[in-house]
């Protein structure tokens, strides 16, 4: 045999040994987002009937030295107001989008492409998959696997135990988690009793419910909550909120 034919079959060795390392990469990491996609959706299965026990961002506060405060409370526990509110407030298309908003997203980019500020797009859907499932920041791959949780939400839940998670793990400032909390710690009432007025001001501040107060409402909140009050009008004259009504 030749030095150049062993040389050959040396050299064919090898990348037939590349190659079946990168085959074996290849298929564990397949494995390992095949096992990683099964097990979020029986997660959010699981949560489609069972109360999430807690999320990320309590335990971030709880570690933050804030007591967390929270009780969950059923939709029909809840004041229709509220549900209203934060589709007025945050999500107009709730009921009418698969998870993501698409033309809300567009839109916001024309707008940014004009000059105008990056305004945010996330829906009530994409919120409650952050929230549940996620914490805060992360950059692009946390909102790669939000988008994801959001698509396997929209398809496991219905709307209305969407807004149900949605209304009870959302932050309220104080460590106040879920509308129970938040009403009680506000207005000193149950969830199911808020007004209009006070589902609006409640709504008004979930943006930023560290920097801005119900409990005495700002100027701009007390301006917020006037306009979103008319948006709840309209939200319920439009049937913007009929996918959480009861039928």
């Not at 990348?15 to 987002?33: H, M, N, P, Q, S």
Request: charged share 25%; proline share 4%.
């Amino acid at each position: 045999m030749s030095p150049r034919t062993v040389r050959s079959g040396s050299v064919g060795r090898k990348k037939r040994g590349l190659a079946d390392r990168v085959t074996i990469a290849l298929r564990a990491v397949l494995l390992a987002a095949l096992a990683l996609a099964a097990g979020s959706v029986l997660w959010a299965g699981a949560y489609r009937f069972v109360a999430p026990p807690g999320t990320l961002i309590m335990a971030e506060r709880r570690l933050g030295g804030v007591p967390v405060n929270r009780d969950w409370t059923g939709l029909d526990d809840i004041s229709p107001h509220l549900a209203r509110a934060v589709i007025a407030a945050e999500d107009a298309r709730f009921c009418l989008h698969g998870g993501i908003d698409f033309e809300a997203v567009e839109k916001a980019l024309e707008e940014a492409e004009k000059g105008g500020r990056l305004r945010g797009a996330s829906t009530i859907s994409q919120q409650t998959a952050k929230n549940a499932f996620f914490w805060n920041g992360g950059g692009w791959a946390r909102k790669g696997a939000e988008a994801w949780m959001t698509l396997v939400i929209e398809a496991l839940w219905p709307k209305r135990r969407i807004m149900e998670v949605y209304l009870n793990i959302a932050e309220w400032g104080d460590g106040h988690f879920g509308a129970e909390a938040a009403a009680q710690a506000r207005f000193g009432k149950s969830a199911k009793s808020l007004t209009a007025r006070e589902a609006a001001l409640l709504a008004a501040v979930l943006p930023n419910p560290h920097k801005w107060r119900v409990d005495p409402p700002g100027p701009y909140v007390r301006r917020r909550a006037a306009t979103l009050r008319a948006r709840m009008s309209e939200v319920s004259r439009d049937g913007l909120d009929r996918c959480i009504l009861r039928r």
